[in-house]
């Protein structure tokens, strides 16, 4: 089956720093991936829709200047979490859409953000 | 507003009993369904995905639809405490570029 891969699987920053998360599709190309975040007990959230070449789509409350969002290529997309608070202490996933099986979509193991 | 709606649950089964998930969805232009099983700090997996009414089986699974009245659930046989998790219901439109509607899930425990 299809993989996606996300790095890191872990990080933990000082408030006020950048981090940056990277989402690829190892083994098909995707020309869409989404981007959720998920609080402990809670359920998933759509932050963003990431189109290759294309700005992103953030939803609604989520603010794009915040998390950056880059799909440069059909393999990879970025996120980037500016100036980090406690309050994005979170679980960051990505996910890939393929096309050819009807849109299924196929996760990355997530990224557990800390900010201290 | 597309809206899929999940019992948070949590729903508990003793091992060897049939688990029950409902999953209604209020866009008639859905197309696709899913179902994933998330485990507690883990990402989401797909454990099946349905696009015509009727059932669908796969091992101790079935996904059954029904479009007329917007429902799809998912039926776990022989149930396992390896399958307590939680199980998402995801809802599809057809084709293009489109946004996948998850519900909030459902918590599911499997006793011994």
């Known amino acids: 089956g299809a993989v996606v891969s996300q790095h890191p699987s872990r990080v933990i920053c000082k408030s006020g720093t950048s981090v940056k998360i990277e989402c690829r599709s190892l083994?098909?190309?995707?020309?869409?991936m989404f981007w959720y975040r998920q609080f402990p007990k809670k359920s998933l959230m759509l932050m963003a829709t990431?189109?290759?070449?294309?700005?992103?789509?953030?939803e609604q409350g989520v603010e794009k200047d915040k998390f950056l969002i880059n799909h440069a290529s059909l393999t990879l997309s970025t996120l980037t979490v500016t100036s980090a608070h406690p309050e994005d202490s979170s679980f960051y996933i990505c996910?890939?859409?393929?096309?050819?099986?009807?849109?299924?979509?196929?996760f990355g193991p997530g990224t557990r953000l800390t900010v201290l | 507003q597309k809206e899929v709606e999940q019992n948070s649950g949590p729903l508990s089964v003793p091992e060897g009993a049939i688990a029950s998930l409902n999953c209604t969805y209020s866009?008639?232009?859905?197309?696709?369904f899913f179902w994933y099983r998330q485990y507690s700090g883990k990402s989401p997996e797909l454990i099946m995905f349905?696009?015509?009414?009727g059932d669908k089986e796969d091992g101790r699974f079935t996904a059954q639809l029904n479009k007329a009245s917007q429902y799809v659930s998912l039926l776990i046989r022989d149930s396992q405490p390896s399958d307590s998790a939680t199980y998402l219901c995801?809802?599809?439109?057809?084709?293009?570029?489109?946004?996948?509607?998850f519900g909030r899930g459902t918590s599911l425990i499997v006793h011994p």
């Open positions: 996910s890939a859409s393929s096309p050819i099986s009807y849109n299924e979509q196929f």
């Open positions: 083994d098909f190309q995707a020309t869409t």
């Open positions: 990431s189109n290759e070449g294309s700005k992103a789509t953030y």
């Open positions: 866009d008639r232009g859905s197309q696709s």
């Open positions: 349905i696009y015509s009414n």
């Open positions: 995801a809802v599809n439109q057809a084709g293009g570029s489109y946004i996948p509607t």
